[in-house]
């Protein structure tokens, strides 16, 4: 039996909207190299459930209040490992407090 793989990359990313000046922060594993891909297949997961699930989340309101507004993202990091990804995340959230993240 093959051992769990617990050595993965971490792409830290932050979501923003320009014209309202409000941000998210969040993390997400990479596919490969691609880590500019695997940030937009998360964002459109993002959208997908702002729209489609009744999350009540920050973020997913955000979306669904404001459905024509430009969301641009960006890799911020990237981190190996799980734990040093969520420790990361966290303080980047405290060091940006983006308005859009739910706490």
């Given at each position: 039996?093959?051992?769990?793989?617990?050595?993965?990359n971490?792409?830290?990313y932050?979501?923003?909207?320009?014209?309202?000046?409000?941000?998210?922060?969040?993390?997400?594993?990479?596919?490969?190299?691609?880590?500019?891909r695997?940030?937009?297949?998360r964002v459109?997961?993002?959208?997908?459930?702002?729209?489609?699930?009744?999350?009540?989340?920050?973020?997913?309101?955000?979306?669904?209040?404001?459905?024509n507004?430009?969301?641009?993202?960006?890799?911020?990091?990237?981190?190996?490992?799980?734990?040093?990804?969520?420790?990361?995340?966290?303080?980047?959230?405290?060091?940006?407090?983006?308005a859009l993240?739910?706490?």
């Open positions: 039996m093959r051992k769990k793989r617990n050595d993965r971490y792409v830290l932050r979501i923003e909207a320009p014209e309202c000046g409000v941000s998210y922060i969040g993390l997400t594993v990479a596919s490969g190299r691609a880590f500019l695997s940030v937009k297949v459109q997961k993002h959208l997908s459930r702002a729209k489609r699930e009744n999350k009540d989340w920050t973020l997913c309101n955000f979306i669904r209040d404001n459905p507004v430009q969301l641009r993202y960006e890799v911020m990091e990237v981190v190996r490992g799980r734990k040093p990804a969520y420790q990361r995340e966290r303080e980047l959230i405290a060091a940006y407090e983006p993240n739910t706490f």
